[in-house]
């Protein structure tokens, strides 16, 4: 009998175990990644991305900070860029000068453009251990020359895209292309409010698509242009939860194309 009850329990168990090995296992699709944003921040507010990332961790966010002006950084400052590249965060460049790309090339060159505005900047933040990898314009100025001389020397450059337009003729989508165009977060921007932003989410958690962002400032109080409301960086990583979404960094995108 107990013979019989050890066979039958074997038996069980051979089966249970059969069956969890046929249990499907999700692949990644890169043809359809998971649908997410890209969340970029320019200029130079280290200790504001700082303090907004002790909030923001709470939710695993992962955000890409497109620095100017290295140079002018303070020593904590420096400590607290890599601290967020420890922690994840992609640290990106943004001019050694701020330069207007557009105009300093037609009246200088592309080739003082590299050597005044880019190439300072990555020795310096190569010299700091920042490992960058893409490239935000200021103001987005940019044309496809400066574009390809870019491409040279950054796996992803992002520009600016405009206008609270219908998402399906926006242009703030990764379509596998190496240069993205992001739109602005900042509360003083005219295309921005937050029903918009719920249409650009919604558009691009139905479509499977990647939506790039970019913002200066963090604050808790809008006192001037250039600022992020806290509150809306909040409710973006609470939409990302609440639908399944990924946080993506710019470099990212390049193991996506
Ligand atoms: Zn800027």
């Given at each position: ?52 990332d ?64 880019i ?8 010299f ?6 893409s490239?935000?314009?200021?103001y ?14 950054f796996?992803?450059i ?12 926006q ?11 992001g739109?602005g ?27 790039i ?5 963090p ?15 909040i ?18 995108l390049?193991?996506?194309?």
């Amino acid at each position: 009998m107990n013979e019989k009850l050890l066979s039958f329990i074997l038996l069980c168990t051979f089966f249970l175990f059969s069956c969890e090995d046929k249990k499907p296992i999700p692949k990644p699709n890169p043809k359809h990644p998971t649908s997410g944003v890209v969340i970029t921040f320019d200029d130079k507010s280290v200790d504001e991305w700082y303090d907004v990332d002790i909030i923001l961790k709470h939710y695993s966010w992962k955000a890409t900070f497109c620095v100017s002006k290295i140079n002018t950084l303070t020593h904590s400052e420096i400590i607290q860029l890599q601290k967020l590249q420890k922690e994840g965060h992609e640290i990106a460049g943004h001019g050694y000068h701020h330069f207007k790309a557009t105009e300093y090339v037609a009246e200088n060159g592309i080739d003082n453009y590299i050597n005044k505005e880019i190439n300072p900047m990555l020795d310096l933040m190569n010299f700091y251990s920042l490992k960058v990898i893409s490239f935000a314009y200021p103001y987005g100025f940019r044309n496809p020359k400066i574009d390809s001389a870019l491409l040279k020397k950054f796996k992803i450059i992002r520009g600016t895209t405009y206008a609270a337009l219908d998402p399906a003729f926006q242009y703030c989508y990764f379509e596998k292309n190496r240069l993205v165009l992001g739109i602005g977060i900042d509360t003083d921007y005219p295309n921005f409010s937050i029903p918009y932003l719920i249409k650009l989410l919604e558009f691009a958690k139905r479509k499977h698509k990647i939506l790039i962002l970019y913002g200066h400032k963090p604050v808790e109080k809008i006192t001037a242009k250039y600022q992020t409301d806290i509150a809306t960086l909040i409710f973006i990583c609470n939409y990302v939860h609440q639908h399944k979404m990924a946080f993506y960094r710019l470099s990212d995108l390049d193991k996506l194309n």
